[in-house]
């Protein structure tokens, strides 16, 4: 699917994501490959330059679920760097690195291509064993955290997966933070607080 690289885009192309997905069957990569997407796009505007013509490729096949987001640029190659927990920017390649299972760059005379590709079916990196969404949901957080702020959570490049140091601690950490994020812009916290537990309570998901 054609489009220009702007911000306003990325919000259609999770869309189209979403929708492609659970036309498939894949509704538990929706998530993953959504975010992928919105990085890799965000990418072209940041690197290359808003109004910059792409495209977006989606494919199945041998077990995986591909994602190509093609750009004309063949000099601005998306690098994975270690970013600091200050820096505004870089963190981008790294929070594709953690949710795909691999990733790379295509560069073509005219145009190159940024790819990250999934396992399909049942997944141990995506999927919780008792298939709760709200447990999925939970992990695929932790997932993008660990890529945001260490030590709590770290990205291990070897197996591909992340490895936590303190399961609770992790969760804490990143409560912590949504919550100073939301008492920041206004929030009541502590009613945010009671009705999280509420639902907790109540099992909803």
């Not at 990085?39 to 808003?50: K, P, R, Y």
């Not at 601005?76 to 870089?90: C, M, N, R, W, Y």
Request: glycine content about 8%; overall charge negative.
């Amino acid at each position: 699917m054609a489009f220009t690289a702007h911000p306003e885009e990325v919000a259609r192309l999770r869309r189209v994501v979403r929708l492609r997905l659970t036309a498939w069957g894949q509704d538990d990569l929706v998530d993953a490959a959504q975010l992928c997407v919105s990085e890799l796009v965000s990418n072209i505007v940041t690197h290359v330059g808003a109004g910059t013509p792409a495209s977006l490729a989606l494919s199945t096949g041998g077990g995986r679920l591909r994602v190509e987001v093609h750009d004309p640029d063949t000099r601005a190659l998306p690098t994975l760097v270690d970013a600091e927990l200050d820096a505004e920017g870089g963190r981008g390649m790294a929070l594709v690195a953690a949710l795909a299972d691999r990733w790379g760059v295509q560069v073509y005379d005219d145009h190159k291509v940024t790819w990250c590709e999934f396992a399909v079916g049942a997944s141990t990196a995506t999927k919780a064993p008792d298939g709760e969404p709200s447990v999925e949901r939970a992990d695929a957080l932790l997932d993008v955290y660990a890529t945001l702020k260490p030590p709590a959570c770290s990205y291990d490049r070897e197996s591909g997966r992340v490895r936590r140091r303190g399961e609770e601690e992790s969760v804490i950490e990143m409560v912590t933070d949504l919550l100073h994020r939301l008492r920041a812009h206004g929030g009541d916290v502590d009613r945010v607080l009671d009705c999280a537990q509420s639902r907790l309570e109540a099992g909803r998901r």
